[in-house]
Each structure stands twice: as structure tokens, then as C-alpha cells.
């Protein structure tokens, strides 16, 4: 099972980058190509976290995040490699956290931002624009919050 969550991260880091090379060579920054009313395909770039926090830091967020990246991957290869038994259910959510965090701290190493090219939008309203390690992240870190409430043994322990 732990290798195929490492496998899994490796997919995803593999279809992240993959996506971003795509999506900067068949598209243009700040021109979105609608997919559906509702979604577009925009080549973004963003120097900071989540919803650009961070962005305006003179460069300097750039080692900043790459290290939370490189930092965050070491101990979830960790976590990861210390998991066995029942825990093991955690492992492919841990894996695409993983994966995602590798995606983007590539970028954060080559060029000190992130590509984003996925953009939904209704009404005026647009969510920030992201990519396929975003998706990984955020899923695999939802996954992990249900898990834990659902799977949780220490509840039943605490009641018995």
C-alpha cells in the first residue's frame, strides 16, 4: 500500500507538471478560453499561497515557500514511511498532499511562482485560479479531515 501511495504522488506530480507545460505553451496569460459558461482555461502566475498571500514580498516568499514545500514533503515521506496497520488508510490521501506539495514546490524552485490555468466562475464571481496540485492538495487534505472524524478510534475508546 505505500508504494502505491509514492506511486500515486509521483502521478500527480507527473500530470502537474504536464499541465502546466501545456497550459503555458497553448495559452495566453490573463486571456481565458472558455471551456464551459461556468469554467475557463487562464494562464496564471502566482508569486505567493493560497489566494496570492504572500505575493507581495519582494521575492523573498519564493525560498519561503519552497522550503514550507520541501519541509512539509520530508515529514509527510515520514509520516508516510511510519504508517502500518490500520493507519494505512491514510496513506493515498497522504500521498496526494505529497504529490501536490512536490508540483508546486517545483515551480516555486525553477521560477518562484506557480503556474494556474483552471478557473471557475459564475455570475461575475471567480474563484481564484489554480492548478492540478492544488486539486490534489485540497482533496487529499479533505479526504484526511473526514477520515479522521470518521475513522476515529480514540471517540469509541473515550466512551467505552
Not at 4 to 28: M, N, P
Not at 31 to 52: D, H, I, K, M
Not at 76 to 89: A, C, F, K, Q, V
Not at 116 to 136: K, S
Request: glycine share 10%.
Amino acid at each position: 500500500m505505500k508504494t502505491i501511495a509514492f506511486v500515486l504522488a509521483l502521478i500527480i506530480v507527473a500530470l502537474d507538471q504536464w499541465t502546466k507545460v501545456l497550459a503555458e505553451s497553448h495559452l495566453l496569460y490573463g486571456v481565458p478560453r472558455e471551456v464551459f459558461s461556468w469554467f475557463n482555461l487562464a494562464l496564471a502566475y502566482n508569486e505567493g499561497a493560497a489566494f496570492s498571500f504572500m505575493a507581495n514580498m519582494g521575492g523573498a516568499q519564493r525560498w519561503i515557500l519552497f522550503g514550507v514545500s520541501a519541509l512539509a514533503s520530508v515529514a509527510l515521506i515520514i509520516w508516510m514511511l511510519r504508517i502500518n496497520g490500520s493507519d494505512r488508510m491514510y496513506l493515498l490521501p497522504l500521498g496526494s498532499i505529497l504529490g501536490g506539495a512536490i508540483g508546486n514546490g517545483i515551480d516555486r524552485y525553477q521560477t518562484g511562482r506557480v503556474v494556474d490555468f483552471i478557473q471557475w466562475h459564475y455570475g461575475g464571481y471567480y474563484f481564484p485560479t489554480f492548478n492540478i496540485a492544488d486539486v490534489a492538495i485540497t482533496c487529499g487534505a479533505v479526504v484526511l479531515l473526514i477520515m479522521s472524524f470518521w475513522f476515529d478510534d480514540s471517540k469509541e475508546e473515550a466512551s467505552a
